[in-house]
């Protein structure tokens, strides 16, 4: 499939084992792509053992696969009511996926989400800003790996 497919062309699933290394993969590629600015903190092989030792299996991980060939283009990470990963591949952004993972992540939780972001990645701002999402605290960054200055929103229905 082209990067060009309609995103109804791309099912939203459950993760399982097997999907890590893939999960990983469109990560690396959406960090690296959204966040040029930010030093990485971990290897490529550390990203990937990560998302097979942790993410994959005690995390509630949803991909985002095309319909025809079962490649990758998506990944959302749910911890409780925090929304802690949602990543994209670069091809496949402004095609709707995110979107569906976003709704996806309020019926999980309905009675509201928290994520961070990276208070550089402006395109994130609008849009989670455009799904209802508030910013509630600004910081530094030292609380998190890349020491990079944050931003904490808030979803409440």
């Known amino acids: 499939m082209s990067a060009g497919a309609y995103v109804t062309d791309v099912v939203l699933r459950r993760a399982v084992a097997s999907d890590a290394r893939a ?4 990560w690396l590629r959406s960090y690296d792509a959204a966040l040029p600015t930010v030093v990485r903190p971990r290897s490529d092989d550390d990203v990937r053992n990560h998302f097979r030792n942790v993410v994959v299996p005690l995390r509630e991980t ?12 998506g990944v959302m990470v749910l911890d409780g009511t925090l929304l802690s990963q949602l990543y994209l591949d670069p091809g496949w952004r402004r095609r ?3 979107d569906r ?3 996806l992540a309020k019926e999980r939780s309905p009675g509201g989400l928290t994520l961070w972001t990276f208070q550089v990645n402006e395109p994130a701002h609008r849009f989670y800003e ?3 999402f508030v910013a509630v605290e600004f910081t530094d960054g030292s609380g998190n790996e890349e020491r990079e200055p944050d931003v904490r ?3 409440q229905p």
């Open 23 to 26: 999960a990983a993969d469109v």
């Open 101 to 103: 993972f976003v709704g």
């Open 62 to 73: 949803w991909v985002g696969e095309t319909a025809d060939g079962g490649v990758i283009v």
């Open 130 to 132: 455009r799904h209802g």
């Open 153 to 155: 929103y808030v979803w």
């Open 96 to 98: 709707g996926i995110g």
